[in-house]
């Protein structure tokens, strides 16, 4: 990008696709926002967790799961101004993907919270995710070692907490049960204590 960003601009789709500073961005209601540095070990190890969990049940299945760098453009048939990238995305209709990503809301989201982006997960995306239609959007935060399910019902998020000891069914998967205890096993004190 030659210049640098200016928040009072307002970007689309097509502005977020010329960008080539070598920066990760999400664009969210024609807005910039710089993704955090590189995640942390426990950040990337957790999401993994899920991830190869959520794929392992998805063997053989129409759905398929995806890690970010992912570009989900949320509102793509109107304005086309939200780019996000989710940590984990599943995808049930393949329709949707495109490119670098996907075009419309995924069935699923998973972000895992960063110091520098969780306002925006636990809020803005909440937000975006819930009035695009994704079906079931979990926020997993590592520190307490608790995941966060919404599920969409009527235009409504249901919200349901999970702590590290429990099991937590995937709504829009029938039958896939993902065990918190495996998930968090690398996590433990040195993580919090390095992390601070």
């Known amino acids: 990008m030659a210049e640098p960003l200016r928040k009072e601009e307002y970007y ?6 010329k960008w080539d500073d070598d920066k990760r961005w999400e664009l969210i209601e024609g807005q910039p926002y710089a993704m955090s540095p590189a995640p942390s070990w426990g950040h990337q190890n957790t999401g993994m967790q899920i991830a190869i969990r959520i794929g392992s049940y998805l063997k053989g299945r129409q759905c398929k799961v995806f890690m ?7 509102n ?3 304005h086309d101004d939200t780019v996000v990238q989710p940590d984990i995305v599943v995808i049930c209709d393949r329709a949707k993907l495109h490119g670098t990503g996907c075009i419309g809301a995924p069935d699923m989201a ?3 919270l960063s110091p520098s982006t969780a306002y925006r997960d636990m809020h803005v995306k909440l937000r975006l995710y819930r009035d695009a239609g994704v079906r079931e959007y979990w926020i997993v935060n590592i520190e307490t070692k608790m995941v966060h399910t919404y599920i969409l019902d009527n ?14 069914p995937v709504h829009i998967l029938e039958g896939c049960m993902i065990d918190l205890n495996e998930v968090f ?3 433990g ?8």
Request: proline letters at 2%.
């Open 68 to 74: 970010a760098p992912f570009d989900v453009r949320l």
């Open 155 to 168: 235009g409504r998020y249901y919200a349901a907490s999970y702590g590290e000891a429990d099991v937590v």
């Open 110 to 112: 998973v972000e895992v």
């Open 76 to 78: 793509a048939d109107t």
């Open 12 to 17: 689309t789709y097509a502005d977020y696709y």
């Open 185 to 187: 096993a690398d996590i």
């Open 189 to 196: 004190e040195s993580y919090n204590q390095e992390n601070g």
